[in-house]
């Protein structure tokens, strides 16, 4: 860059005087600041997100403790854009000395630095939740909370933001038992509408995912909606799972071994992951450049590469089926048979496998075809002979851990990757404008949100492609389907024109040969069959044909 | 809910027991285990938001300190997937004592708690860098800065995740001046392509909206890519700016009070906020139950709230322009033209206007038609007379605070604006597929981004509004160019149409009337024009009828 163009630009006020403004700041004070990243933006869609937030929480509050959830929804409007929301659930209750941190500060809880399957994973967003009350109505929010030990106890709770710190006030013990919590807040700048992105699309839509859960909503015109659980037995407990070897990155490897009890990598290595068997870490001793045997604590950046590279080099068996708990093929598809009302429906649960960092991760998939699949756009009642035409295009329902992902659908791993495929070999020329629901759950120990929202999970190649392949597998029973039911189509209108102009060749070849019509039109319609049976063992030989390529 | 199911549930393990696992995180553990939610996903996607982080930092540094910023990127592969990034500016430097926290500790800085306008606003961007190249790598981050009054100083430094503080290794002062900052840093897990994505776009829309600076970029390959500076002469330095009380929330209003100096309200409210005069105070003074002199560190949540609803019924000049320094109309019209190429192009900045929480922004809004607008998807070698066809689909490039947005289009407000608008209207009948570029900038003293990854812009209410009408207003300008280009199309097929009868025409006429042939071919001739001129008049007259309707 030449001399001249240094000359022209000032020569700038000092770093000094510009660094006079440095400060810091609490997470809470930066949430706050930002509400958008917390998925607190839009009047209905703000609503939704706390309803998700409470919900999730204490499903995972339940589950974790083994009792089956019932959960109670409750919104109550106050005034123009101002409601109060209470969510009541069965759950463990909060210990008396946790309850201020576990509610009243952001980045605590007990979900965060652990690997299990739970809704949550951040330990933000009831804190959000309550502290967005407090910024637009200047109340805490209410709590009772008890335990199977404790007393119950009611008191009101808001966060100092500049501290990042809970605020109790008013408590006191009920004389009255509740195991379980109650969370009573009120907020401004939000509205209850139904509709797609609604409260009422997420509670049904959790009850799709959750069917051991039993949920009771009521809404702000007092009218209550009860999704009651089908199925009477918890789900399996995810456990917490230690980090699968394959994916494992280098620093985490370090901080895992800085933490280690163990005194030597070998035995550091068997305890700290999941499936790190004797054979393995044999292989990886052959493999490494430096003993074994040494002391976890005092492994360099260079040695813990070295065993990751080895990991890479050594095989282990995917992930314990144990800590990932997937809906299952068979409640997917009662659900979805029972919701969308469709034509054709079929699920796979894909087998547990990992992504980048060690997560442990399984997707499920279901494409439901024809009837009430879809979305419905548009109904045009005095249509053809056949009744009203409805205009359907497709939707995609998307979840994560089993809680119902509403907003953002464009900027999610799930919707580009059902995007992705080519739906034309499958029989749908135009998936867009196509009846069709594709459902798809992806289940993991941490879920790899793209914002604190948690609204849209990221691409990570390794979900992508099991995505990808799941959906394959799924579409290509789908289009099988389909081409079925076009020939099908096509041989019924053959039958039918043929059916058709029969009488009338009956008529004149009676005329011109002087034979029995009777006789004629038996011998006619058998033809007629023939041929198109001859059809359909084409029809069968293409498509042997076909599968065999494959 | 019946006894019967509460009975069926398991009594659940202990809260006390749940509650064992409790812990707190630091923010910077919380974003290591959350790379996603910082953009830093998919391995181009995370080189080019590293590029972003870096670059709008140094670009911020120099404008804050009143420097034209020259700013030279380097990308160097060390190995598969493997790479070392290098950024230098010549702004105004780190100080020696506030380096270690400028870089090494998120949520801090001298950007989060001001009101003014910059492309950081979060305190995480290069501290989130850092973390990712040591976590990737293992290694520190070197540094490079001097400030005009300090020596130059040369450090490494790293960020210990779980305390959220910075680690400073091999600081020296170096003989050598440099006034300005040097980033370097190593990152794995990435990679270098060209394409829609990349660095090479990143930064191609960086000089579109930064005329003033003069960037210099390196590829791996050793390609220099150079955009000099097309104004020598710095923008307007956004100033920080009061909250405008137009949107202001009763939770800031409080806080602002708490922290205010003044000792009555009314003071407070002059102080502390653009735009107050003492007209506003008094009107204020009338509506609120309260005495406006008592002491504003008394205000409670109830008298702040009044003082709210009071604001929203007087009226306020529109936040000071001063604050906001959009890109211009002339400097993106003139972008636009180089760049793009297209047939036509028009671009409007609005007047600023404020969005909830009183924070005052700016729209601009450009579109480009025909051409080389659009984003060219295939080339047809073998089409037409004309030559090869191209097929182009809309494009739509959106900034915040002049920093290109490139990923997470479909969770923006800015795409779904436009795609809210009704390009029928406009001549346009399928906007996807047209050769439309829409540029959108929105500048704000805080931009409201979904993560904090700041990749896509909330929807909220103020900012789409004023969006749609801009675009709107350019959109009626596109519509009748394009419905004039069509006209002039139409009338030249005619004129070709009748240009090629005549001839035929008047060879019959002129056989079955015996009259002359040149004399009835320019009779002809005269009255086709003429007719053609008419068709001109009554378009102009249906146009005219059109305008008056709006």
Redesign the interface.
């Known amino acids: 860059?030449s001399k001249k163009?240094?000359i022209?630009?000032?020569?700038?006020?000092?770093?000094?005087v510009?660094?006079t403004?440095?400060?810091?700041?609490?997470?809470a004070?930066?949430f706050k600041?930002?509400r958008?990243?917390l998925g607190l933006?839009?009047k209905q869609r703000t609503l939704t997100t706390i309803i998700h937030e409470l919900v999730t929480n204490s499903l995972d509050a339940?589950e974790?403790?083994?009792?089956?959830p019932?959960i109670e929804v409750q919104i109550s409007e106050i005034d123009k854009e101002y409601y109060e929301v209470a969510v009541k659930d069965?759950?463990?209750?909060?210990?008396e000395n946790?309850v201020g941190?576990?509610l009243g500060?952001l980045?605590?809880?007990?979900k965060?630095?652990?690997l299990v399957q739970t809704r949550g994973q951040?330990?933000i967003g009831v804190s959000g939740i309550i502290l967005f009350s407090?910024?637009?109505t200047?109340?805490p929010t209410k709590v009772v909370t008890g335990?199977?030990?404790?007393k119950t106890i009611a008191l009101e709770i808001s966060i100092d933001s500049k501290t990042n710190s809970p605020k109790i006030t008013n408590k006191q013990t009920l004389e009255k038992k509740h195991?379980g919590t109650i969370i009573k807040s009120k907020f401004k700048?939000i509205i209850y509408k139904k509709g797609q992105n609604s409260v009422d699309e997420y509670l049904r839509r959790t009850a799709i995912s959750n069917p051991h859960a039993?949920i009771?909503f009521q809404d702000p015109f007092g009218e209550v909606t009860e999704y009651p659980?089908t199925i009477?037995k918890?789900p399996q407990i995810p456990k917490e799972v230690k980090p699968h070897p394959r994916g494992v990155?280098?620093?985490?490897m370090?901080s895992f071994a800085r933490h280690s009890q163990a005194r030597k990598v070998s035995s550091f290595l068997s305890q700290s992951f999941d499936r790190f068997g004797n054979k393995a870490i044999e292989n990886v001793g052959k493999f490494v450049h430096f003993d074994i045997n040494k002391d976890p604590k005092k492994l360099t950046?260079e040695e813990?590469?070295d065993v990751v590279k080895a990991i890479k080099e050594t095989k282990f068996i995917a992930p314990n089926t144990d800590n990932l708990v997937p809906i299952g093929q068979k409640h997917i598809e009662k659900s979805l048979r029972a919701i969308v009302e469709p034509e054709f429906v079929f699920v796979t649960t894909r087998k547990p496998s990992v992504y980048?960092g060690g997560y442990a991760f399984q997707v499920e998939v279901g494409v439901a075809y024809g009837g009430g699949s879809g979305r419905l756009v548009s109904v045009d009642k005095k249509a053809d002979e056949d009744g009203p035409r409805e205009t359907r295009v497709s939707e995609i329902i998307r979840y994560a851990n089993k809680a119902p992902l509403l907003?953002?659908?464009?900027?999610c791993g799930i919707?580009k990757t059902v995007q992705s495929v080519d739906w034309k070999r499958y029989g749908i020329s135009n998936f867009d404008n196509a009846p069709v629901s594709v459902f798809v759950n992806v289940v993991s120990v941490?879920i790899?949100?793209?914002?604190?929202?948690k609204?849209?999970i990221?691409?990570?190649d390794e979900i992508v492609t099991d995505i990808k392949l799941t959906l394959m597998d799924v579409s290509r029973k789908l289009g099988t389907y389909i081409i079925q039911k076009k020939r099908e189509a096509e041989k019924k209108e053959k039958r039918r024109v043929f059916s058709k102009y029969v009488p009338e060749i009956v008529a004149a070849l009676s005329k011109s040969t002087g034979k029995n019509k009777e006789l004629l039109e038996k011998n006619l319609m058998t033809m007629v069959l023939e041929k198109l049976k001859l059809d359909e063992e084409e029809d069968k030989k293409i498509e042997q044909s076909e599968d065999a390529k494959k």
């Not at 403004?21 to 997470?27: A, D, G």
């Open positions: 860059m163009e240094t022209i630009s000032a020569d700038g006020i000092d770093a000094d510009l660094f403004e440095f400060k810091e700041h609490s997470v004070d930066f600041k930002n958008q990243m933006y839009g339940c974790e403790a083994g009792i089956l019932e069965n759950g463990p209750g909060i210990p946790k941190n576990a500060k980045l605590a809880g007990t965060f630095h652990r951040q330990g407090q910024i637009t200047g109340k335990t199977t030990k404790d195991r700048e039993s009771k659980r009477k918890l990155s280098v620093d985490e370090l950046w813990a590469e980048k907003f953002d659908a464009g900027a919707t941490h790899p949100y793209t914002s604190a929202g609204t849209a990221a691409d990570e």
